[in-house]
């Protein structure tokens, strides 16, 4: 039975891996969207936390007709990421840099002003447009 699942990519979260790209289930705006595996934080006892960046987005800002089409960070529950993905695309990539991103995610954690998405990554990227358009960004 392990073996028919792991066909689909589907319990393969024991799997993840820096570098690696994955196709997800993405927004209907950004099918092409895929996500990387930037770090691996065994934080919780409960839950490994899988840090990610996104590509080939469209977050809308509020200024007219501007997208960004990336998040360099973004702190994923393993078990919301393993609802999320769907594909290996690559199993290694060269990492943006993301160190700066995560050491204010981590500095925010430690000090408990901080978590990590639960919700799938779609939900994830919905919220961050959603903080940029309540923001004014």
């Given at each position: 039975m392990a073996s028919f699942f792991s066909l689909f990519g589907i319990g393969k979260s024991q799997n993840f891996k820096v570098g690696q790209v994955w196709s997800y289930k993405t927004r209907g705006q950004e099918p092409n969207s895929r996500l990387q595996i930037l770090k691996i934080d065994s934080i919780s006892t409960k839950d490994k936390f899988?840090?990610?960046?996104?590509?080939d987005l469209k977050i809308a800002t509020t200024e007219?007709?501007?997208?960004?089409?990336?998040?360099?960070?973004?702190?994923?529950?393993e078990v919301a990421l393993r609802k999320s993905v769907v594909k290996l695309i690559s199993k290694k990539e060269p990492l943006p840099d993301f160190q700066e991103g995560y050491g204010?995610?981590?500095e925010a954690f430690d000090a408990g002003k901080a978590g990590v998405f639960e919700v799938s990554v779609a939900e994830a990227v919905?919220?961050?447009e959603e903080t940029y358009k309540q923001n004014g960004l």
């Open positions: 899988v840090h990610i960046a996104i590509g007219e007709g501007r997208f960004v089409d990336k998040i360099g960070h973004l702190p994923m529950s204010m995610w981590r919905q919220f961050v």
